[in-house]
């Protein structure tokens, strides 16, 4: 197969013809049909995330595709079905699994990081059984690899770790592609949007997604800002960014007994970041992470994209071959990619 590799944290990318998988007991392998390009896998391919051990690497954790080759012990999957997954799989059986926690699985296997990764023809995915998820006949794989990492972590951050409802005032720091996901999932529940960005076009764009109110961060005190729109704070705000400065301005932003979820993945000098821990005392504040979705909770959310409440789609920049995918990954050090973009690998 075809595969985008590389040797050592921070180096040159190569595309070239490896081995295909063969599929444990326990796993499949997909034909990719596409894969998203996320902020994530920069990060990996940086050496910010402890999973990748073994060189050399193939990045890719958004993806969707079609089951090619199925392990022993699997039982739901036969072959030619269309199928996505989260990009945390989880083990099934663990104590966080039971409680159908299995995005924070203690055995869990994410593709592009504790093993080869979607940049590349085929891909493997373990305990199959309990981490594919079939796709609705009416969407494209294009629309699929975008749901895997950005848009159902920006969902279950939104729904679930945020437990956002109608007419709440829903706070967005960082309109990257999870940023502008959780702008349209917080619209579609029925919360008043404020996105915060530093680029006029991304705010644009969040704006036509749902949200009631932009703000740029290089031009205003932004937690000040929120509260004088909000007339108090933000009932909920998320980082989706990851960055000492946004998330200690979502904390900031906050109303009393207010909701901040930490999204983005905090790396380099802010990995452990200085935060206004008197405001989360004196205003009986509650902050959580959110670190994906479980296979099982994405019904609920590919009905909300079935009915036209979501439409992931329109969060999708610009489609690229394989042989592109590198130089779109390096350009993420410098700048937002202005939305989603997704490899296609029938081009």
Known sequence: MRAVLFDRFGGPFRTEVVDDPAPPADAVVLQVGASGICRSDWHGWQGHDPD???????????????????????????????????????????????????????HQTQPGFTHWGSFAEYVVVRHADVNLVALPDAMTMITAAGLGCRFATAFRAVAD??????????????????GLSAVMIAAALGARVIAIDLDERTLARAQALGAAVVLNGAAVDVPAAIREVTEGGADCSLDTLGAAVTASASIASLRKNGRHVQVGLLAGRDHRPALPMELVIARELELVGSHGMAAHAYPRMLAMIADGRLAPDQ????????????????????????GMVVIDLSA
């Open 52 to 106: 990748i051990t073994t060189f050399p690497h193939v990045p890719g954790h958004e993806f969707a595709g079609t089951v090619v080759a199925v392990g022993a012990e699997v039982r739901a999957w036969r072959g030619g079905e269309r199928v996505t997954s989260p990009f945390v799989c989880g083990c099934g059986t663990c104590a966080p699994c039971s409680r159908g926690d299995h995005q924070v699985c203690d």
């Open 315 to 338: 969060l999708i920049a610009r489609t690229v071959p394989l042989d592109a995918a590198a130089a779109e990954l390096e350009a993420l050090e410098e700048r937002s990619a202005g």
């Open 161 to 178: 770790q945020g437990r956002v409802h109608d007419g709440e005032w829903v706070a967005v720091h960082g309109c990257g592609g999870v």
